[in-house]
């Protein structure tokens, strides 16, 4: 079957850093276009970060010079790096692979950055 799981969040205070990881199973990971998407209860699910199968990436502008996407195709692997990380960063974490349409989700990661 299919499995995203993101590990790395966490409690951190302001201007700290985290690394997110999202291992995946199940599918050919080299084909698939990855994205970071976050959401806060209540609210909607958005748009972070997309790394395509070529290693092309795409920031919102909120997270733009701050989080970096990235991907290790031989660990099945994509990352988030985010530093200078705010109190509105403070979300559920979630990984998203793509494939001609057919779309898996992670169970989403805590990030927690303290006021």
């Known amino acids: 079957q299919v499995q995203l799981v993101e590990s790395g969040g966490g409690l951190v205070q302001p201007g700290g850093s985290l690394r997110l990881s999202c291992t995946a199973s199940g599918i050919i990971f080299s084909v698939n276009t990855m994205a970071w998407y976050r959401q806060a209860p209540g609210k909607e699910r958005e748009w972070v970060a997309t790394?395509?199968?070529?290693?092309?990436?795409n920031y919102a502008d909120t997270v733009k010079g701050r989080f970096t996407i990235s991907r290790d195709n031989a660990k099945n692997t994509v990352h988030l790096q985010m530093i200078s990380l705010k109190a509105d960063d403070t979300r559920v974490y979630y990984c998203k692979a793509a494939y001609v349409g057919v779309v898996h989700w992670g169970q989403g990661t805590q990030v927690t950055v303290s006021s």
């Open positions: 790394i395509t199968s070529g290693g092309y990436t």
